[in-house]
């Protein structure tokens, strides 16, 4: 079975310091990767996927295969970043398997 | 584009009755998903639909029904409700099926209480 473990419930930083959110999978293979941001009042929405390759909002996500990590990564959070985060890998089953999730919160 | 909506958008029911939820995608896509939200499990997968069609179905009890109408629509019932039902119920859409290769585009959810 698919395991996604988001290790940190809660993520608290200061406005323009780096955040790193972690997401280890438990399986082999070539997954597709996703990163599913949620807002405050807003719907779930995606964030980035692995195979574009892009850095959406400063967000950049990185595929370790030796760790079986993706995780997401900002140089400098700003306060607007403030929202749950969602990972969520596939290892070629067609559902989807998120995290737990993790809030970062960015203090001023 | 009008983004996915569900109806209701809140619902308090007692034990042992039934639900049915309903979602409408996106114009144009043709496979929906749903899925279950709570504080203690987070996001779990209920099913895919796609073209009238279950595709996939997570690892719920039988109670957990759902179809999809020729025009996309959706709807997903539950009926015999536990307390353990009471969660936010997601569904989201994408033009084609396989929601673990291609972005969903998720609803603002039903939040179901069961007394």
């Known amino acids: 079975a698919q395991r996604v473990t988001q290790p940190e419930k809660l993520l608290s930083v200061f406005k323009g310091a780096p955040v790193e959110l972690k997401c280890n999978y438990s399986y082999s293979g070539s997954p597709e990767l996703f990163w599913y941001v949620q807002y405050s009042r807003q719907r779930l929405q995606l964030l980035l996927r692995?195979?574009s390759r892009e850095s959406i909002k400063g967000f950049t996500a990185d595929l370790n295969k030796g760790e079986t990590s993706f995780h997401l990564k900002k140089p400098f959070a700003q306060e607007e970043d403030s929202a749950m985060y969602y990972c969520?890998?596939?290892?070629?089953?067609?559902?989807?398997?998120f995290g737990k999730g993790t809030m970062l919160l960015v203090s001023p | 584009k009008a983004g996915v909506t569900q109806t209701p958008r809140y619902l308090i029911k007692t034990r042992g009755q039934q639900v049915t939820l309903s979602c409408s995608p996106i114009s144009g896509h043709r496979s929906v998903s749903w899925y279950q939200q709570t504080p203690g499990q987070g996001l779990q997968f209920l099913f895919e639909y796609f073209s009238e069609t279950q595709r996939n179905k997570g690892n719920f009890p039988g109670r957990f029904s759902g179809r999809q109408f020729s025009n996309s629509r959706s709807e997903m019932n539950v009926s015999t409700l536990e307390l353990g039902d009471s969660a936010l119920y997601l569904c989201?859409?994408?033009?084609?099926?396989?929601?673990?290769?291609?972005?969903?585009?998720f609803g603002p959810g039903t939040r179901l209480t069961v007394l």
């Open positions: 969520a890998p596939n290892s070629g089953y067609s559902t989807l398997t």
């Open positions: 989201a859409s994408s033009p084609i099926a396989g929601p673990a290769y291609n972005e969903q585009f």
């Open positions: 692995h195979i």
